[in-house]
Antibody
Framework: QVQLVQSGAEVKKPGASVKVSCQVS????????MHWVRQAPGKGLEWMGG????????IYAQKFHGRVTMTEDTSIETAYMELSSLRSEDTAVYYC??????????????WGQGTTVTVSS | DIVMTQSPDSLAVSLGERATINCKSS????????????LAWYQQKPGQPPKLLIY???TRESGVPARFRGSGSGTDFTLTISSLQAEDVAVYYC?????????FGQGTKVEIK
């Protein structure tokens, strides 16, 4: 059974970067497709990017292109999402979520607890 | 991008009554080669991450009560809670994973009348 544990809350100034981690247990990262979703206060869910089996690589939502980087360190089974050039509109809870496998497209069935990122001067 | 539109935005249902949430996609999420609809439903309670309820449009996730039922195909989908319980108060989202970006509906808030 997959478990995801995310890093703690962050407070950042506009223009800075934030890097959120997501530690995986129960499976190895290479057995999973990792995705990142965010939720602004009182708003809905927004997919930021994730591993897309048909392309065999991580795909980013166009909205975040050039500002987001998603990486994995398989030696410590930890995934990372780094968002740069932060603005107040990036204030949100950021979730990692996994789908089983990398060979086929599957639903995201396990979620981390969320990491609150606050952008404020 | 595939646009997912849910209706209604909110609904209030009496305990034990049926709740119905609709989700429409701007293009098909039915993959013809395997006849699977790439559509999931999530439940989110305040302060918690989303929880997967239904995937492939109609398959209940392990442990999800039988009162939750997903139906539909192609572009039109429905989540039905057959007999609303107090613990079902939440926001429900549909999501397509047919293509990237994996877009969500705007959410439907379910409350007790």
């Amino acid at each position: 059974q997959v478990q995801l544990v995310q890093s703690g809350a962050e407070v950042k100034k506009p223009g800075a970067s934030v890097k959120v981690s997501c530690q995986v247990s129960g499976y190895t990262l290479t057995e999973l497709s990792m995705h990142w979703v965010r939720q602004a206060p009182g708003k809905g869910l927004e997919w930021m990017g994730g591993f897309h089996p048909p392309d065999g690589e991580t795909i980013y939502a166009q909205k975040f292109h050039g500002r987001v980087t998603m990486t994995e360190d398989t030696s410590i089974e930890t995934a990372y999402m780094e968002l740069s050039s932060l603005r107040s509109e990036d204030t949100a809870v950021y979730y990692c979520s996994t789908a089983i496998g990398r060979a086929a497209t599957n639903p995201m069935d396990v979620w981390g607890q969320g990491t609150t990122v606050t952008v404020s001067s | 991008d595939i646009v997912m539109t849910q209706s209604p935005d909110s609904l209030a249902v009496s305990l034990g009554e049926r709740a119905t949430i609709n989700c429409k996609s701007s293009q098909t999420v039915l993959y013809s080669s395997n006849s699977k609809n790439y559509l999931a439903w999530y439940q989110q309670k305040p302060g918690q991450p989303p929880k997967l309820l239904i995937y492939w449009a109609s398959t209940r996730e392990s442990g999800v009560p039988a009162r939750f039922r997903g139906s539909g195909s192609g572009t039109d989908f429905t989540l039905t809670i057959s007999s609303l319980q107090a613990e079902d108060v939440a926001v429900y989202y549909c999501q397509q994973y047919y293509n990237t970006p994996r877009t969500f509906g705007q959410g439907t808030k379910v409350e007790i009348k």
